[in-house]
């Protein structure tokens, strides 16, 4: 088990063939449509070929893809950040401690870019994942709320 960086052309359909299980997991009531499948698949080509700004780095099971991370250099008011946009693990690969080595992989390639700050987001509801982020010191920095019209 190593955790390495995302290779494009052996790799894309991996992550790509996540992507519904992970919005599902944040938002049990997505569907997951072609459109957002094309939509994921333009975002993830575009990542690859601009490493500089995005680190994907994958979970490897001795060839097989067991869960990656995605991490992106962003910029707002408060100035330039490392952006911890996926983190996914396949089913039977959870509760075992490997999100920890991706959250890992995800701080380093922050580090390395000079950056001092790294932001997420998680559903209230994606319990496990938020007991892995508050274990690793992440805290509520913002709310987002919503009301039903």
């Not at 088990?1 to 996540?18: G, K, S």
């Not at 500089?52 to 001795?62: P, R, S, T």
């Not at 991370?69 to 952006?83: E, H, I, K, P, T």
């Not at 396949?90 to 991706?102: A, D, F, M, V």
Request: aromatic share 12%.
């Amino acid at each position: 088990m190593q955790i390495r960086p995302y290779r494009p052309h052996q790799d894309f359909r991996a992550l790509l063939d996540a992507q519904c299980d992970l919005y599902q997991l944040n938002f049990p009531r997505f569907v997951c449509t072609p459109a957002f499948l094309a939509d994921q698949a333009q975002r993830l080509r575009v990542a690859g070929r601009r490493p500089l700004e995005n680190g994907i780095f994958v979970l490897d099971d001795q060839g097989t893809v067991a869960g990656f991370v995605w991490v992106a250099v962003r910029m707002d008011l408060q100035g330039a950040y490392g952006s911890i946009d996926q983190v996914y693990l396949k089913p039977e690969y959870r509760r075992q401690g490997y999100g920890k080595w991706l959250m890992q992989a995800a701080e380093d390639f922050i580090k390395k870019q000079g950056l001092a700050t790294a932001r997420l987001y998680v559903t209230r509801e994606n319990h496990d994942a938020v007991n892995l982020y508050r274990g690793m010191g992440y805290d509520v920095t913002r709310y987002e709320m919503e009301r039903p019209i």
